[in-house]
């Protein structure tokens, strides 16, 4: 059995190990060692990663109650190697781990509520709560969880016997009677985990909430804590930053300024759509009245002030009026209005003769066409549909 010594010390980030065995398993090389501080995922913390002599360990898993550490080059069996762990991530990952465990156990004692999922993600982390939590009592919690790092509250990791462990009251997903790892930070929390964590609360750094949602009857909340948040809050400040500088307002003035901003790009949208629309009215007026068809492609004009455009040329002329928009590389949307023609029965005919796809009702129909421009005005023009 290897010696797992990440269960005792959790700051052991380098060691030397004797190689025990190896062999090739899913296209890399599981070792196995007699003694190791590589923690094998689990608990809702991806493994370790980090060196057996110049080897790289890929991954760590523990299988019928085997650890095995996956690495892409083989290591003969009986080699006695000094094992380094990539020690900023693991010191990271405790960070945030055991900062779920101080908001988890806060949680639980004011509310009730159970931590009943846990990811730790590359961004931050997710924690599942069987109930609902409102913004003021997160914000309660998220304030007594950073006064919990504040007091530098030990943290402390053992194994207790059966005895003990039917004395002890601790938060578990699990029902366990045998094996059960306790980790318990002074007195905010006291729950079951295999995991390694931090010795002192005070190494933890800050513990921020970053957004919640409601999920399956409860709430999701996503945490950041450590090193992880001083990252996420630097990027986040230097968009807060960009925004500022392009909004020119300061940036506790970001959301009023951006909030003028969107009122006046309502007011533009409406003051174009007006003005579209007038344009479309003035462009039919300026075609004269055609016996047969008209067909006309419009560069300046989308969407409404487009189909506008399209009934108005349908007033003046004697078949049917046909607007399109694009180009011969990106091909034509179009709108083809009629107050004498069934389009809906011609529209497969139509579609045929300018590789186009749409359809609608007798009076209009719409859709897409890829023929070339000279090809589609050729077709509408001489078109006896």
């Not at 939590?133 to 006064?147: C, F, G, P, R, T």
């Not at 590389?329 to 004498?340: F, K, L, N, T």
Request: proline share 3%; aromatic share 6%; charged share 25%.
């Amino acid at each position: 059995m290897t010696e797992k010594l990440y269960y005792f010390d959790s700051h052991i980030f380098e060691f030397t190990a004797k190689v025990l065995a190896c062999r090739e398993l899913a296209g890399s090389y599981a070792l196995s060692l007699d003694r190791t501080a590589f923690f094998p995922e689990g608990g809702g913390q991806s493994a370790d990663t980090g060196y057996i002599g110049s080897v790289r360990v890929l991954d760590v898993q523990e299988t019928g109650g085997e650890i095995l550490h996956f690495t892409a080059e083989p290591i003969a069996p009986g080699a006695e190697l000094v094992c380094a762990i990539d020690k900023e991530q693991r010191l990271r990952r405790m960070q945030n781990h055991s900062g779920e465990h101080i908001f988890s156990g806060i949680t639980h004692s004011l509310y009730g509520l159970n931590n009943v999922g846990f990811h730790m993600g590359t961004e931050c982390m997710t924690i599942d709560f069987d109930g609902e939590l409102d913004a003021e009592q997160l914000k309660h919690i998220e304030s007594l969880a950073n006064e919990a790092v504040r007091q530098d509250l030990p943290v402390e990791a053992w194994f207790p016997s059966p005895e003990e462990l039917k004395t002890l009251q601790y938060r578990s997903k699990l029902e366990l009677t045998e094996g059960v790892r306790i980790v318990r930070i002074g007195d905010v929390d006291c729950c079951a985990c295999c995991a390694p964590h931090v010795k002192r609360s005070g190494e933890i750094g800050m513990i921020k909430l970053m957004d919640t949602q409601r999920h399956r009857g409860g709430v999701r909340i996503e945490l950041v804590c450590g090193m992880d948040a001083l990252e996420l809050f630097r990027r986040r400040q230097e968009s807060v930053q960009a925004v500022s500088a392009m909004l020119s307002a300061k940036r506790d003035e970001i959301a009023p300024a951006l909030s003028r901003l969107m009122q006046e790009q309502e007011q533009l949208k409406e003051r174009i759509g007006s003005l579209s629309m007038e344009l479309a009215r003035v462009k039919a007026s300026m075609l004269p009245m055609t016996e047969g068809n008209i067909c006309h492609f419009e560069q300046s004009l989308q969407g409404a002030p487009l189909r506008e455009l399209a009934n108005l040329l349908a007033e003046r002329c004697t078949g049917f009026a046909a607007v399109f928009s694009g180009s011969d590389e990106a091909g034509y949307d179009y709108i083809m209005v009629s107050r004498h023609v069934d389009l809906r029965a011609a529209a497969k005919e139509i579609n045929a003769a300018i590789n186009g796809r749409g359809g609608g009702k007798p009076a209009l129909i719409s859709g897409r066409a890829s023929s070339a421009r000279t090809e589609i005005s050729n077709f509408i023009q001489n078109c006896t549909i």
